[in-house]
């Protein structure tokens, strides 16, 4: 099991006014399926929403320039959205973090009134200045579950004001074809991307399937327990765990087939590349299987990586009625059950699951049956330093 740091134990998890254990991506979380599909509906019954006046009625009209993840605004939140206020969205695909922090480095954080930033970059965000603080007077923070809402605590900047919203949450753990792989036992494992049993037909994201390599080197006993999660404490400690998790790497490069970097390529990969393995998101391979693909997504032994990616506001951001009129919308219950039906990830909305339909429910007992919510592992806040390094070893990981 993950230690729980006072760093992870911060990132998530939180208790509401009656004492109750909301859903929590840390170890030792209490939280199971039912008591999280229960949270997600009723957490927010009987709490009082602050007085705002509706900012869709402020912005009736105009557009907004959005850059957030390749598949997070599907075509029944998009019309949702332009109906309810008459605002145009203009949209920028992305698939990564470091692309939302070099467009915004490039324009010196204008053409965008919205941003789709993780929660656990925090510490990157805080020095570049690229961002402003919400006003949470027209924000309805209540909608959303509160050991979601992270804003207040990890996006504070100098005790300026909120600058993250949460938006959607998910996993990544593994997806296969059920046609032609099985897992050996109820849940599968990082290492099976490895695998010299499924060379040649696996893949994974650059930086994220390295990680996934060290637990699963520590499952098999080839890596100090705990030595992934040590890495995040020093350079000195991420570069003693780092060369041996590349080395390994290096060694197996010939078994990965496919390189991913968004949800499309996740797909593609699955559908018509070959692969019958892979460590993946859980929305690509959950709206593959929604579709009626022979396809699989669950948590790994190793437990699955969570994580909860948000709306932020440049400071270039010019459209200010309309970012307020998508955070709302964005919090509308029945419009963010919808979304989840097609894009396969999970929202934060209090009630949203509701409106998810009996296949998300189903998709969602299968992603994490038994104790596997319990096993979830909060993605830790990652210093400038730990990230530049990361991609140095990433890089020598995919040039060799």
């Known amino acids: ?11 998530f998890g939180e208790t509401n006014s009656e004492g109750e254990v909301m ?5 030792g979380a209490s ?21 705002i006046v509706s900012s869709s009625v402020l912005a009736s009209s105009g557009e907004i320039n959005i850059m957030m993840w390749s598949d997070y605004l599907p075509e029944s939140f998009v019309n949702g959205f332009t109906d309810k206020t008459g605002i145009k969205i203009n949209f920028t695909g992305i698939g990564s973090n470091e692309e939302i922090i070099n467009k915004l480095k490039a324009t010196n954080g204008e053409g965008f009134d919205i941003v789709s930033p993780t929660v656990n970059r925090n510490l990157l965000w805080a020095e570049l200045g690229l961002l402003q603080p919400f006003d949470m007077s027209k924000v309805a923070l209540d909608k959303v579950n509160p050991s979601m809402a992270l804003g207040e605590t990890h996006w504070n900047f100098d005790g300026k004001g909120v600058f993250w919203l949460p938006h959607i949450w998910g996993t990544e753990g593994i997806a296969w ?8 036992g109820e849940f599968p494992s990082y290492y099976d991307v490895w695998d010299e049993a499924n060379a040649g037909k696996t893949m994974g994201r650059g930086h994220s399937m390295l990680l996934g390599l060290g637990l699963g080197l520590e499952g098999r006993g080839e890596l100090e327990p705990g030595s992934m999660w040590a890495a995040y404490e020093s350079p000195e400690k991420m570069d003693e765990v780092w060369t041996k998790v590349v080395e390994a790497a290096i060694a197996k490069k010939p078994n ?4 991913w970097n968004d949800a499309d390529t996740q797909k ?6 070959g692969v019958i393995v892979g460590q993946t998101w859980d929305g690509p391979p959950l709206a593959l299987k929604t579709a009626g693909e022979p396809v699989m997504y669950r948590a790994p032994k190793e437990g699955a990586m969570a994580w909860v990616d948000g709306l ?18 964005a919090y509308d219950a029945k419009l963010a059950g919808e979304a989840i039906k097609t894009h396969g990830y999970n929202s934060p909305v209090i009630g949203a699951a509701e409106f998810g339909g009996e296949i998300y429910a189903k998709n969602f007992a299968d992603a994490y049956p038994g104790e596997a ?3 979830l592992n909060a993605w830790p806040a990652e210093a400038p330093w730990y990230s530049e390094k990361r991609t140095e070893y990433t890089n020598k990981f995919l040039s060799a």
């Open 312 to 329: 932020a506001m440049p400071t270039g951001a010019k459209n200010i009625d309309q970012i307020y009129a998508f955070i709302e919308t």
């Open 256 to 259: 990965i087939k496919l390189i």
């Open 268 to 273: 593609n990969g699955l559908l018509n590349e």
């Open 1 to 11: 099991m993950r230690p729980v740091t006072r760093q992870n134990e911060e990132q």
């Open 23 to 27: 859903i929590s991506f840390k170890k």
């Open 177 to 184: 074809r059920t046609d032609a792989f099985v897992p050996g």
């Open 31 to 51: 939280a199971t399926r039912r008591d999280f599909l229960k949270t997600a509906a009723a957490a927010g019954a009987g709490l009082s929403m602050p007085a």
């Open 373 to 375: 919510l319990d096993s």
